[in-house]
């Protein structure tokens, strides 16, 4: 087959919503492991996030994707095809950067069809799949403009437009929301849901945002020193972080110390230092737990109530409010006790003002369900 017509096909026959398998992929440079041997499925259509903080290991996840690194080992399948080894520009793969490296001599159309040129659609082609892009994103009456005519939001959307016009298997997008205000991030986000349901497509977006990845993926895979560490729903996540550090990167969460005890019953409890009470605490997930050992307990702020000490449970902590900020739908006590400083988010729903104030004595509370254990060496 010639390249011209190799070309042309991918843009006519394959549409988006391509299944991506990663098996075992591996990259090392010298003696670091960037990223050690990840495993993953994506689904047709699925639009999965990769979070994590610098330095994880995502941006080689990604251009081991794109082609731009070769993996050390394993294998990258699109649609059970092997594109490991396959030039960046034969893999039908959509790229869209934080930066959107738009060309700035090139007219909007003009960059939407470069990808187009790049695969030799002739010029009477190129036209229906650039106006479509184009509308797909909003910008149909834009065509004729240049990059520098337009708001940072619009030229994020060209960018886009560019990466769909060709119709890939696959979308990758690496922070591409980085660059932008706070609004306007906030709005691109429906606005690249919107495109992803409407195009069927699969998409892999990069982000060290969690807000991102909870409110736009069908799935998280969370990435920590070149391992994904958890993968799973936005509510999985949240709710059940598999790991300490899953639960600290996603969202807030208090904790303390303790140390796993088997009890009469057969069920490992977990006592907490410094805590006065000296309870055997129960945690949610205490199935994944062994006993004797040391452990680190989760509860996430807006879990935590204070509630008077006259009269409060005997599994509550007696502590000291000793700030209080004010967040508008809710507001955050910080409440030093025998376990150590933590915070508690309480909603002003039903009240307009807090009940506490600095200073004051509080029992402070969890249910069983809101606690979660985790090892910890030693
Ligand atoms: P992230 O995108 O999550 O911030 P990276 O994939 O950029 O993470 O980096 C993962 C690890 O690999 C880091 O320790 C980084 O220093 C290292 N690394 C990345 N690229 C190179 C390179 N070209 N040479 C050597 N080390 C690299």
Redesign the pocket.
């Known amino acids: 087959m010639s390249e011209v017509s190799e070309g042309v096909q991918v843009v006519d026959q394959v549409a988006t919503g391509g299944e991506v398998e990663l098996d075992g992929l591996k990259k090392k440079?010298?003696a670091?492991e960037?990223?050690r041997g990840v495993s993953l499925n994506i689904r047709r259509g699925e639009f999965l996030a990769i979070l994590?903080?610098?330095?994880?290991?995502?941006?080689?996840?990604?251009?081991m994707l794109t082609g731009f690194e070769k993996p050390t080992s394993g294998a990258i399948r699109i649609n059970g095809r092997d594109v490991a080894r396959l030039a960046p520009h034969r893999r039908g793969i959509g790229v869209v950067f934080q930066h959107y490296a738009l060309f700035k001599h090139m007219t909007v159309a003009q960059n939407v069809g470069f990808p187009l040129r790049m695969r030799r659609m002739p010029l009477r082609e190129q036209r229906g799949h650039i106006q479509n892009a184009l509308e797909m994103v909003k910008l149909e009456d834009y065509g004729t403009r240049f990059p520098d005519q337009l708001s940072g939001g619009q030229q994020q959307r060209v960018a886009l437009a560019r990466a769909i016009v060709f119709r890939p298997a696959l979308l990758l997008m690496d922070e591409p929301l980085g660059a932008l205000d706070k609004r306007l991030r906030e709005h691109m986000r429906v606005e690249i849901k919107r495109l992803q349901r409407s195009l069927g497509a699969t998409v892999i977006y990069?982000t060290?945002d969690q807000g991102e990845a909870l409110t736009m993926a069908d799935r998280v895979a969370v990435?920590n020193d070149?391992a994904v560490e958890q993968l799973g729903t936005p509510t999985d996540l949240y709710e059940r972080p598999a790991s300490a550090f899953v639960a600290d990167f996603v969202g807030e969460t208090n904790f303390f110390r303790g140390r796993s005890v088997l009890d009469a019953d057969g069920r490992v409890r977990v006592v907490l230092d410094g805590d006065p009470s000296g309870n055997r605490r129960e945690v949610d997930n205490d199935a994944a737990l062994r006993p004797d050992r040391g452990v680190e307990v989760g509860v996430r702020p807006e879990q935590v109530s204070l509630l008077p000490v006259e009269g409060a449970d005997p599994l509550a902590v007696p502590g000291t409010v000793s700030e209080v900020l004010y967040e508008g739908a809710t507001a955050l006590h910080v409440v030093e006790t025998a376990l150590g400083s933590l915070n508690a988010r309480l909603s002003l729903k039903n009240v307009r003002e807090t009940r506490w104030a600095v200073g004051d004595r509080v029992a402070v509370h969890w249910e069983t369900h809101a606690a979660r254990g985790y090892h910890v060496a030693g």
């Open positions: 440079y010298g670091v960037a990223v994590g903080p610098s330095g994880a290991g995502k941006t080689t996840l990604l251009n990069v060290h990435m070149g």
